[in-house]
């Protein structure tokens, strides 16, 4: 039957279930359900109050906070009233407190080079580093325009802003000169940080022509600083562009952090846009720092002996988040690589955690799709037991590539931590905790203390239990977006007019009878089949179970009959496209999942379209199912040639 708006039907039925191992229990900082749910609960009985004994505890603050929270429907201020600095919660409390010499940043480049960096020198470096900023003129509420690799210069521009409080806008270095120009005169960028170049599967990206041509679109935009990261010629307009090396060369190693108010923005950040144009999520102090340390602490449970890594780019706000302010407030030490995970071969990552000794490793489940697809021996090739903990990130994990990255990188010994948050949240929202929460394969499992969901119909109402509807977060947090960038009215209209009250995620998610979420994919891509709203993630994740589906991607095209058929693309592994294949995926799919959602067309693609975070773009599909002519807006998508070519796949 049909269900009142808003609600989602679910057609999936994944019952594995797999408790935390002993020996991880024991160690953990959360170590079993009941403690979990008593700081839960704590938390929920008085959210603010909660955050605010946190905020005490964790953070340095020159001027304490009066004020947990102001909450003016849909502004919120947390720790209001207090000073402190994200720069030095990150460096020099830990230096204070005798643990200079500890490693911050393990780097390793594409090439092969390598760094190393303590606290300490890292410290020194940022304290440099803010002063060459001062030195061309940026000052507090700045706006300072990122586009680098992924190097250590780029965790030193991002912290350097944060101790003079100039607000970052890092774009991922892979964005066109027209994506860089639109972000720039959106934020209104002082200066811009970039490289002669970068390296990506061992060619060289020519970052600073690609900035050179964003500049000349880049109104407000005064001076550029250059990183010499490959040696590249390079054209430096006088009196513009100014190489890091050498301003950095004259620089004094006195730059004391400044307090700043707990609500001085920190950044702003572009989403990936796999939904529509661009929009600049604005994150401030204290609250986002807060909130970052403790979801890091808490999810990825983390030791002093650990080694973490984050495959994210700090383009991104994992990178943000996870790879910067987070593990650094921790103290941390905190592997960062370059370049991309198949050059110069598909057991890249693999070499490297045996390299480095990674401890607890977090990417996203395209890698992981990437990973499967290359085949296990990759992985097989490397020492892989110095980890314990693995994560995934950025878009929902199909319970098949859950599996087999317990099996084949965790070697069934590592609990995984499938985090759901978004740009918007600064952190992580919903995840096991991995001492405490048993795991099942393809949820998110629960929210983390002082988070508090609901899942809701059009009306506002709670749905029942195993019914799909729109995900939203019914109290402020510390992490949370302070708005978009200049647009208020964007802010109030995306994510808090629908329900009243209450922040709307824009993803659909359900709830099983265990109270686990399940995240099902975002609101706009749902399916309408014969009167029942389905979601994508559960078609995908059929598909992914059949062994020749390395990648899926399902979305809705106008049907008479049914309202939508249900189009499914797909990517495969050790095998061909045929008409024989074809066949027995819908049969395989109506096996799992029901007739239902058996796909109508199944197409085979080599690859799918996505977003330069690694993201299927289901809404270009969905145009292309659909046979629309024109595509909606594609800045924002990887390779455009991918579109190209389903486009002639389809004739
Ligand atoms: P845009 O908002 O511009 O479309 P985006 O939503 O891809 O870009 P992010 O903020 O990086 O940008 O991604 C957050 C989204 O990613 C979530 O709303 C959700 O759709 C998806 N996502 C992230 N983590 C998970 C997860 N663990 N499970 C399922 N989906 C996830
Ligand atoms: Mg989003």
Redesign the pocket.
């Known amino acids: 039957m049909a269900q009142p708006t808003g609600q989602l039907d679910t057609v999936m039925h994944e019952n594995r279930i797999f408790p935390p191992p002993a020996e991880f229990s024991r160690r953990a900082r959360i170590k079993s359900m009941d403690e979990y749910q008593r700081l839960w609960d704590e938390a929920a009985a008085d959210p603010a109050a909660f955050w605010a004994t946190m905020a005490r505890e964790e953070l340095h603050w020159f001027q304490p906070f009066s004020t947990a929270l102001a909450w003016n429907e849909p502004f919120a201020k947390w720790f209001v009233g207090g000073t402190t600095n994200a720069s030095y919660n990150c460096l020099d409390k830990h230096v204070a407190e005798g643990r200079g010499d500890r490693i911050a940043f393990l780097w390793e480049g594409e090439p092969g080079d390598a760094r190393t960096l303590t606290y300490a020198e890292l410290l020194k470096q940022v304290c440099k580093f803010a002063n060459v900023l001062k030195s061309l003129g940026v000052e507090r509420g700045d706006v300072v325009s990122i586009y680098m690799p992924l190097t250590p210069e780029l965790a030193i521009a991002m912290l350097a802003c944060a101790r003079i409080g100039a607000v970052h806008s890092v774009i991922f270095a892979g964005f066109s000169a027209e994506a860089i120009a639109d972000r720039n005169n959106d934020a209104k960028a002082k200066i811009q940080i970039t490289a002669d170049a970068g390296y990506r599967r061992g060619q060289v990206l020519p970052l600073k022509n690609t900035v050179d041509e964003a500049l000349a679109k880049s109104l407000t935009v005064e001076k550029c600083i250059v990183l010499d990261r490959v040696n590249e010629a390079i054209h430096m307009e006088r009196g513009r562009d100014f190489w890091w090396h050498e301003l950095m060369a004259q620089a004094s190693e006195d730059c004391p952090a400044e307090p700043l108010d707990s609500e001085n923005t920190l950044f702003i950040l572009y989403?990936?846009?796999?939904?529509?144009k661009?929009?600049g999520?604005r994150h401030t102090t204290a609250g986002y720092n807060l909130f970052v340390k403790k979801t890091f602490e808490w999810v990825f449970d983390y030791r002093d002996e650990d080694v973490f890594w984050c495959t994210a780019d700090c383009g991104?706000?994992?990178g943000h988040s996870y790879v910067v302010y987070g593990p650094l407030s921790a103290g941390a030490t905190v592997v960062l690589y370059e370049g991309a995970p198949n050059y110069p071969h598909e057991g890249r990552f693999w070499e490297i955690v045996e390299k480095y000794k990674v401890t607890i490793f977090y990417t996203a489940p395209t890698a992981i799709r990437a990973f499967m697809k290359w085949g296990d021996e990759h992985a097989e090739k490397h020492d892989l037991s110095s980890l314990r903990l693995l994560g995934?990130?950025?878009?929902?994990?199909n319970p098949e590539a859950w599996m087999w990255y317990h099996r084949v990188i965790g070697r069934e010994r590592c609990p995984i931590v499938?985090?759901?948050?978004?740009?918007?949240t600064g952190g992580i929202m919903?995840?096991p905790l991995p001492g405490a929460t048993p795991t099942k394969p393809g949820s998110?499992t629960k929210p983390l203390p002082g988070v508090i969901p609901q899942i809701v119909d059009s009306q506002g109402g709670e749905v029942d239990v195993h019914h799909g509807g729109w995900l939203t977060i019914a109290h402020p947090w510390p992490g949370m977006l302070r708005g978009i960038w200049g647009d208020d009215e964007r802010y109030k209209e995306t994510y808090w007019s629908k329900v009243p009250g209450k922040y709307l995620?824009?993803?659909n998610a359900r709830r099983d009878e265990d109270g686990y979420y399940w995240?099902m994919?975002?609101i706009d891509d749902v399916l309408n089949v014969s009167g029942h709203r389905l979601s994508t993630?559960e078609i995908e994740s059929a598909l992914v179970s059949h062994p020749h589906v390395a990648e899926a991607a399902a979305v809705g095209r106008p049907d008479e009959l049914k309202g939508e058929a249900v189009a499914v693309f797909v990517t495969l592994r050790g095998a061909r496209p045929s008409e024989a294949l074809r066949s027995e995926l819908v049969k395989h799919v109506r096996n799992q999942i029901g007739a239902l959602a058996q796909p109508d067309d199944v197409r085979f693609t080599n690859a799918l379209p996505k977003?330069r975070?690694g993201?299927i773009m289901r809404r270009l599909l969905k145009d292309i199912a659909s046979g629309k002519e024109t595509v909606g807006d594609t800045t924002?998508l990887e390779d455009y040639s991918v579109l190209a070519r389903l486009r002639s796949e389809d004739e």
């Open positions: 989403t990936s846009g796999s939904t529509g661009p929009k999520i991104w706000v994992t995934t990130v950025g878009e929902g994990i499938d985090t759901w948050w978004q740009t918007e919903m995840s998110c995620a824009g993803d995240i994919g975002r993630i977003t975070s993201k924002t």
